[in-house]
């Protein structure tokens, strides 16, 4: 059994190549299991994936820290592969709860997890800079103690909630990296040139979005401007759910079974 320490050594090597892997995002123990067994190195949770499954709200904490933990947890146990957690805000304000997240983090075996500077709320959605900025130094402080190589990344949430500011984008993401983020993440950027913009302005690995939204960019395309790391945030359980509705939708409308020949 490979040792979370293992792990996460394994997980920082994969970053420091800076060859644009690609980490799969899993929801439960199934797509844990069905996305190894087809190759990928690492994985990643997702927040709004877990949602999803539990018929609740992502990103406005109906999904509390226990579960997003013990969801991480059977990911973790269900494959040998390196698993970094989504663990949004860190499910606190104040620095000293995402360090506790952290600590949490590292003792389900988890090789790496991201802290974000996104809020929960509405009218208020971004923490201001150099709160999110503290909060992050407290998890790199937490995760670099802890002896087990774990990797943090740090999220710009501006362009998930109507802030298209790239300029404020990369401060945060230069300032994350100065407090101690191992990876860099600002989800929902438009285009390949935002995204080159992000990985010539910053010098830490940069993981890029991809998914239902994202601009229609491959691996190759990421790899040549600089990407690390590439991961699809819940696209791949808002796939699977689509599918089965797009069944169940038929056989109620129809009245037959045929759409599974297809």
Not at 26 to 38: E, Y
Request: aromatic fraction near 6%; proline fraction near 4%.
């Amino acid at each position: 059994m490979t040792t979370q320490t293992e792990k996460a050594a394994l997980f920082r090597r994969m970053h420091e190549e800076r060859r644009a892997f690609v980490m799969a995002n899993a929801w439960d123990i199934g797509s844990a299991r069905q996305l190894t067994a087809l190759g990928f190195e690492a994985l990643g949770t997702t927040s709004a994936g877990l949602a999803l499954s539990l018929g609740l709200r992502d990103g406005v904490g109906e999904v509390g820290r226990d579960e997003t933990l013990a969801n991480a947890h059977a990911i973790v146990r269900a494959t040998h592969l390196p698993v970094s957690a989504d663990l949004e805000n860190g499910f606190a304000d104040d620095p000293a709860g995402c360090a506790a997240t952290i600590h949490a983090a590292i003792d389900i075996g988890l090789a790496g997890g991201s802290i974000e500077d996104a809020t929960g709320r509405p009218d208020d959605p971004i923490y201001p800079f150099e709160l999110a900025v503290a909060r992050v130094r407290a998890a790199a402080e937490e995760a670099h103690s802890s002896g087990s190589d774990f990797v943090l990344t740090a999220r710009a949430e501006n362009f998930l909630h109507g802030r298209p500011d790239l300029d404020d984008t990369i401060a945060r993401l230069n300032a994350f990296a100065e407090a101690g983020a191992d990876v860099l993440y600002a989800p929902g950027l438009p285009d390949l040139r935002s995204i080159k913009a992000v990985c010539e302005a910053v010098d830490k690995p940069v993981n890029v979005l991809m998914g239902l939204d994202a601009p229609p960019l491959s691996v190759a395309d990421l790899a040549a401007i600089g990407v690390a790391r590439i991961s699809m945030g819940s696209a791949l359980a808002r796939t699977a759910e689509a599918a089965m509705v797009h069944a169940a939708s038929w056989i109620r409308e129809r009245g037959t079974f045929v759409y599974f020949r297809h």
